[in-house]
């Protein structure tokens, strides 16, 4: 199937004929101004549709939310004794999500183990997760530029990798052009406002691919990274010079388009209550707070150890070696005392890595 | 002697008394400052050595002060860093002994939002490949691209209405501090938002923590912040705030937040400067400040022997009218 | 849990305008709410049996009544579901008859705040916790604050219970105002016969240990364990040694100190015992007089003394004493009654105060029991009296009425009479104030039998004429103005709390009112207990009052201790504050701000923590509202409870 | 005293009361049969100064359309310093609610004794008329957050 073509004066229309069949959602500039702060919102005609910067979140909540309903209860008393009534929410809509770039849709890739019974450790199957995940569309807008936290490469991706997209676009002067991926893409893109791409059209966009790769510096070797963090799990100078300056916020996880830890908890008013789930994040305190009031992870080094030594050792010795990261940078370039999960993996590893962009003169 | 090299020279001299010194060493890019925790003597060889320099010194160290209480270290402050290092004291959360504060003339640091909002439309501030400060003004790179920024634009605003460019104590200070400036704190961030109808300024709240993702940089960020591992945010026994995605519990997290800090935070602003969604969040504690400052005439982090006004009372209150109603 | 409520009709009082029958059946509806009923009189017999019956049959853990305010029957609904086996804290009230039916018309709207009220309460309920009652040690001695009459009576009323007394006067004896009275109405009985024996009782009871000429200087501790630190002033004689023989009044060469205890009526020696019948009965000095101690040259007490006990180098001391309860017995202080200026207070010698012409009328005043003005020592004939001086005047600041003074005015009146039978009183009054037993009959006979004459009215002004006052007034009940030429006149002056009693307050961590009167616990039904656990009041501290009415309460005072004390161990009110060591970070926010002094720091395990001392909460909750993590939480107040009733009422 | 209309629809009024001064003055008012608007409920603490300053947010932003929170008169508190912290605690807070979109009539709060039965029904009457005036708060009420804690249609039976 050849490629598709949307202007930027059509583009609206496209994603407003698209919101017949799905809930669309799309990077849009909630701020005051111009430089307002980019997020994923529902798409809106009138919204303040934004690709020149990148989202400051990841696009996960729109599979995985930030807190779901998994079951309604309602209490009461029935002969005397108390009775209990239960109500599974109904299946979400399905959605498609315009405009993500590449390091979020595969962040994905890095959810799908865990929760489709596909792991390696039990084959538990998280329906809430699959309902959404199996009838959401990813269109992956391709980066025409790069960050200086943006390491994509290191870890097997790129600015206009496909993996985890079910559409390509790249953005031209003029308008987008849409690659199918997947087989899901297809319902995207079978719109008449779509007109088919040119062979200029798509030589633009492999140009555009290239120059975007070509920014970024040469990957260091990562793969040392399972044994080497392992061996630096007891070495607590080291963990102690990395995590000093870390507040023990929730930042990094939460923007994080492959962190998937989550928290149930009950939220009752009166007879009526839900059961829901929410993001949780191994880097609060509360996440390994055991009934007892013990806490296992004590303080700040050991929460920041196990979030990169569960990115670059735990999961990958457990998924065939695969990083549990997708080099978006955003904990990087959130992170309110600039920790650099970059330069703690290659201190780990005993290597220097290159990080940032080629032209990039570091202080 | 430049300012930098002084305090190197101060640190060095401090070092052997204390566990570390902790100031500000290189950060992810040209922009970006980060905290650094000098041990050794080699450690001090990267103080403040960034491109923006003391301009780019924006962390408040103070924050890393309660954790680190029963060892003795040593802390690089900006004079606004300092009132939160006294706030601190006067709470009796560390102890003056344990503190060696180091402090230089302040002459304002980098805010990175407005940098990033000074870019031309559609740039951002990771786009920045190199910076260097020349005079008054803030040249970067974007790749090829060189823009200048006038460092007045970019400087936070914590600093145009700055009482304490230097230490309000110090231990050690860096060259010579400069004389406290005559200004008057107009809380014209406030005045913007009341200039909206009530109506607006709910909306606008509502739209504004609609962003938020719970992470709480913001409480981690605050220097102030008592609590940290056991806040309520968290907490099932008190049950303040659902752990649902509700802007209402996430603006309600805010004004606990705020309440827990009436009557005792210095404005340093790390909580917003922290919030990646670019939340205002330091305009409720503002707020606060400025009902605080009327009825009681207290500026928090100014008097180490101060008592917070709402963990004390006077019998006949001369600003409070509590019969005007009724 | 299984919640049962019930509902209360109070005869027609809630029922005629609250559908009682809709709030039963709305409440089956509630969170965990098994049983729902109505009850005609839920605190009848019947209707309490009925509650005891529904725990017992329908296995309720958990009571919610509706019917009239927790501050009647609260007390009684714990006891009956205690009765039926329920812990008695898992109960909770909704107040539908004060909040509800007596306020409101509309019987739709009063229905829907009584549903309301009932689902707040079930909210509350359903986090209520079992609450047991903690048993801590109790020292069973008692700390009498004040040697008047009250204090007197409190301490000799505990040691005779079986009681350790420690007891504490600021003068050189105890005593108290009454000591310097002549006669006592309405018997007119010698103020000192009757007083007297019960001072030496004080001072021979040997479960008594009197501190006169001391103060407290701190207490910490809580009910059964208060620590008191007493600080002896120096008196420059070792009172171990003094015999109280006098010799040394006698010799002293400083004559012209003033008589304290004489109310300035007569001058006395920089050494001194105040009056005959002191206990202690011990020589003092006032350092400001003596010639050796104001720097001079004399030590002629020390020369005279037979048992060298004067010490000129003496200091004040501290002592401290372990008790288990505090009466507050500290009386009154005249008010300044100079403020009359209209009247020549405090210019003109013949105008003195009834305090005063008591130490006239006394036989071990400074005249013998005979009547002299102080100006020339001449009797006189034409005595005035004006009461309401500094009493029921707010142009003063004293709105209240005294209490006393038409009582002594008569009495001063007769007095008079007998000292002087050719003499005239004249009584200004505004009105007479006489309920008590004998009383308004003893003013009859002072006006019908003594002949003195009472004229409704205030003076307006007194002015010397010669060695007259006139004294310009108006009699109200004629309408015409009053002139008369007075040889003394004897201003009835009113009381006022003593000065240091807010002072003294802080340290027992009482209240006191904007006047300085201790506040009793409740006006009616606690009148010598007070909001801090295990200190009670006597006298007048609490209020102005007559003798009997002192002594009555210096009675019941003991009376509370003795009971308080009377077990080795106190139970204490379980719903405190109790802090969750898990929480807890330490900050000492709640430390600084607990009223009573109820939360201290421990130390558990190199962390920093807050604690509250159970005995000594008296649950306000200020603390639970300070800390910032939640970690202290006052029982059956916590903040999940207080956010429960808040969304209960919002989700409706 | 301003009266209100019998057709208004009631409005959601919280009051906090200390225990030993407005409660006590509240049944007193309803002792003596002074009748006021229903729109209020009262949630009874010991003392003024156990009132979190988040309760009254807390209320406002549940649903309440006004909080009323009253104590003893200073000086008269029965636990001698809770309505001093009170006061300052509440007066400050007052500063909070008109920067968020709040009407900062929509809380008082004040001092009734155990005494003041008709100081009460005048404080209930005037503040319900006030909050009348404002009209219903529709702060979060409407949000859709809430509908997590509505069991929906089609209830099963576990």
Known sequence: ??????????????????SARFEVWAPVNTGQDAKGVVVYRPFVRDGALEFARKPVESAKHTVFPRSETLVNFKTGAKDGKPALELHVPEDPPARAVFGLPSCDARGFQIFDPVYNGSGTQGLARDNYYLRRRNATVLIVKACSKVLNTCFCNWVGGGPACTEGADVLATELPDGFILAQVTARGEAALGSALLAPASDSQEKQARKLHEEAGAALCAPPDLSASVSALRGKFDDSAFWEAEAS????????????????????????????GA??????????????????????????????????????????????????????????????????????VTDAIGITGTAGLKEQKNG | ??????????????????????????????????????????????????????????????????????????????????????????????????????????????????????????????????????????????????????????????????????????????????????????????????????????????????????????????????????????????????QTDSTRDKLMFQIIHATHLAGRCTGCGECQRACPAGIPVLLLKRTFNRGVAEIFGYDAGMDTEATPPLLTFQVEEAHIKEREWQ | MKIGVFICHCGSNIAATVDVLKVVESAKSMPEVVYAVNSMYTCSEPGQQAIEEAIKERGLTGVVVA?????????????????????????????????????GKDKAANTAKAVDLVRMAVEKLRLDKVLIPKFIPATRKVLVIGGGVAGIQAALDCAEGGMDVVMVESEPSIGGKMSKLDKTFPTVDCSSCVLGPRMVDVAQNERIELHAYSEIASISG?????????????????????????????????????????????????????????????????????????????????????????????????????????????????????????????????????????????????????????????????????????????????????????????????????????????????DIRSPGKGYDEFTRRAQEEYKAQYIRGRVSTVYPKGDKLVVKGVDTLVGEQVELEADLVVLAVGGEASQNAPKLAEKLRISYDGYGFFMEGHPKLKPVETNTAGVYLAGSCQGLKDIPSSVAQGSAAAAKVLGLLSKDKLESDPQTAGVDVKRCVGCRKCINVCPFGAIREVDMRGQIKAEVIEAVCQGCGLCTATCPQGAVQLSHFTDNQVLAEVEALCQS | MPELTENTKELRIVGFLCNWCSYGGADTAGVGRFIQPTDLRIIRLPCSGRVNPLFIIKALMSGADGVLVSGCHPRDCHYAEGNFYARRRLEVFKHLLPVLGIDRRRFEYTWVSASEGPRWQKVVTDFTAQIHALGPAKFFADAPELDFLKAGEGVMQP
């Open chain 3, 67 to 103: 019917s009239c305010t927790p501050r009647m029957h609260e007390p009684t609904f714990r006891r009956t579901v205690e009765r039926a086996g329920l812990n008695r804290y898992m109960f909770e009230m909704a107040n539908i008859r004060e909040h509800v039916s007596w306020v």
């Open chain 2, 1 to 242: 002697m430049a300012i930098h090299e002084q305090l190197k020279k101060i640190i060095l001299d401090t070092l052997p008394g204390v566990e570390c010194v902790i100031g500000w060493g290189p950060g992810q890019d040209a922009l970006h400052g980060s905290p650094v925790f000098m041990r050794k003597p080699e450690d001090v060889d990267s103080f403040m050595d960034t491109p923006l320099g003391a301009f780019g010194a924006v962390n408040n160290l103070a924050l890393f002060l309660p954790e680190l209480s029963g060892k003795k270290v040593g802390v690089v402050v900006k004079g606004c860093d300092s009132r939160s290092i006294v706030q601190l004291v006067a709470e009796k959360l560390i102890k003056r002994e344990e503190v060696v504060i180091i402090g230089f003339p302040c002459e304002g640091a980098a805010d990175l939002t407005k940098i990033e909002k000074a870019l031309p439309e559609g740039r951002e501030a990771g786009e920045v490949t190199g910076a260097a400060i020349v005079g008054e003004t803030l040249k970067l790179s974007l790749g090829s691209e060189e823009i200048s920024l006038g460092l007045a634009d970019i400087k936070a605003d914590k600093c145009t209405r700055c009482k304490t460019p230097g230490a309000v104590i110090s231990d050690a200070f860096a060259g010579i501090a400069g004389k406290a400036p005559e200004v008057r704190d107009e809380y014209a961030d406030l005045a913007a938002l009341e200039a909206m109808s009530l109506d607006e300024r709910f909306k606008f709240w509502e739209r504004e923590m609609s962003r938020c993702i719970r992470c709480y940089a913001c409480r981690n960020a605050c220097p102030l912040c008592v609590c940290r591992d056991h806040c309520v945010a968290g907490s099932r026994s008190p049950h303040w705030i659902t």
């Open chain 1, 1 to 18: 199937m050849s490629n598709k073509f949307i202007s930027h004066e059509k583009l609206r229309d496209w994603l407003e004929d698209l």
């Open chain 1, 245 to 272: 300056k870390c507040l023990s916020c929730g930042a990094c996880t939460y923007l994080c388009p492959t962190c998937y830890c989550f928290n149930i908890t009950d939220e009752a008013r009166g007879v009526l």
């Open chain 3, 222 to 430: 809580y009910v059964g364990n208060f620590d008191v630190t007493i600080r002896k002033k120096a008196t420059y004689v070792d009172w171990d040694k003094c015999t109280g023989c006098g010799l040394c009044t006698e010799k002293c060469p400083s004559k012209k100190s003033y008589d304290r205890f004489n109310e300035g009526m007569g001058e006395t020696t920089a050494i001194n015992i105040p009056f005959p019948q002191a206990i202690p009965k011990k020589a003092t000095i006032t350092a400001a007089s003596c010639r050796l101690l104001s720097g001079g040259k004399c030590g002629v007490c020390a020369k005279i003394c037979t048992s060298q006990a004067v010490d000129y180098t003496q200091k004040d001391r501290e002592i401290t004493v372990k008790v288990g309860a505090v009466v507050a017995a500290t009386g009154y202080d005249l008010m300044d009654w100079t403020v009359y200026g209209e009247y020549g207070a405090g210019r003109y010698p013949d105008v003195i105060t009834s305090l005063q012409y008591e130490r006239l009328l006394s036989a071990s005043g400074p005249t013998g029991g005979h009547i002299r003005r102080p100006s020339d020592g001449r009797e006189p004939k034409e005595v005035v009296f004006i009461q309401c001086v500094g009493s029921r005047d707010p142009s003063v600041g004293r709105p209240y009425c005294s209490g006393f003074c038409c009582m002594y005015t008569a009495k001063q009146a007769i007095l008079t009479k007998d000292h002087i039978p050719d003499s005239r009183s004249y009584v200004f009054y505004m």
């Open chain 1, 275 to 344: 059961r829901i789930r929410s993001w949780d994040a191994c880097m609060l305190p509360l996440f390994t707070m055991e009934a007892s009031g013990h806490n296992p992870r004590t303080g700040k080094i050991q929460r920041l150890r196990n979030r990169i030594g569960h990115k670059f050792s735990y999961y990958p010795s457990l998924h065939n070696g695969r990083i549990a990261c997708c080099g978006c940078g955003r904990c990087i370039k959130s992170c309110p005392s600039s920790v650099d999960i970059r330069r703690i």
